[in-house]
Nanobody, 124 residues
Framework: QIRPVESGGGSVQAGGSLKLSCTIA????????MAWFRQAPGKPREGIAS???????TVSDSVKGRFTISKDTAWNTLDLQMNSLEPADNAIYYC??????????????????WGQGTQVAVSS
């Protein structure tokens, strides 16, 4: 069974950095899309960044300039480098994947596989 597995969450002060990593357990082929989402308490799940096969990436305007995702690491892994973190970035961060697709949107509906999530806590 395809299962994204997140790591790297934790606590940091505002202005600090964290790197999240996602690997895919249970599958050795190429997935069309991998993406990062986050969900803060009381808010809907928000798409942060996605990567399509061949390295085409999309980053949400809400984090552009502060967050970047990997393009060149081995396929079926996806790192999210988060810099200049703010208290507004407090959330559970989820890795998601799609098996086959033409597009890799920052909407949660199309993604078939989800990790358990990792907590990011930013203190002011």
């Amino acid at each position: 069974q395809i299962r994204p597995v997140e790591s790297g969450g934790g606590s940091v002060q505002a202005g600090g950095s964290l790197k999240l990593s996602c690997t895919i357990a249970g599958y050795s082929g190429n997935l069309a899309c991998m993406a990062w989402f986050r969900q803060a308490p009381g808010k809907p799940r928000e798409g942060i960044a996605s990567r399509k096969l061949r390295g085409i990436t999309t980053v949400s305007d809400s984090v552009k300039g502060r967050f970047t995702i990997s393009k060149d690491t081995a396929w079926n892994t996806l790192d999210l480098q988060m810099n200049s973190l703010e208290p507004a970035d407090n959330a559970i961060y989820y890795c998601a994947a799609r098996g086959s697709a033409i597009t890799c949107p920052l909407e949660s509906g199309p993604y078939e596989y989800w990790g358990q999530g990792t907590q990011v806590a930013v203190s002011s």
